[in-house]
């Protein structure tokens, strides 16, 4: 069975930074791509950025420059490194990945306020 562990996530101020963390219980190197998504209260989950096993990144427009994802397969970890933070990033964002299956972790809480 696949786990997802996000962590990272927290309160920070308009303009800030914050690293999140997504720990899988197998190797990385399994998924071609690995996803993160986020989530606000009564809507759909968002993607926000996905990285392929390649190292080839996309992102949604609304993140393109402030955020960045990476891997890193001696560490089963997927990053998403999230720069000029706005109010409208706050969500619980979510790592993704398929194999066979899709696998979700539990989320991790972000909250962008003054």
Not at 28 to 50: C, D, H, M
Not at 85 to 108: F, H, I, M, R, S
């Amino acid at each position: 069975q696949v786990q997802l562990v996000e962590s990272g996530g927290g309160l920070v101020q308009p303009g800030g930074s914050l690293r999140l963390y997504c720990a899988a219980s197998i190797s990385i190197s399994n998924f071609n791509t690995l996803r993160w998504y986020r989530q606000t209260p009564g809507k759909q989950r968002e993607l926000v950025a996905l990285i392929a096993s390649g190292g080839t990144t996309n992102y949604a427009d609304s993140v393109k420059g402030r955020f960045t994802i990476s891997r890193d397969s001696t560490k089963n970890t997927v990053y998403l490194q999230m720069n000029k933070l706005k109010p409208e990033d706050t969500a619980v964002y979510y790592c993704n990945a398929y194999q066979g299956a899709q696998y979700w972790g539990q989320g991790t809480q972000v909250t962008v306020s003054s």
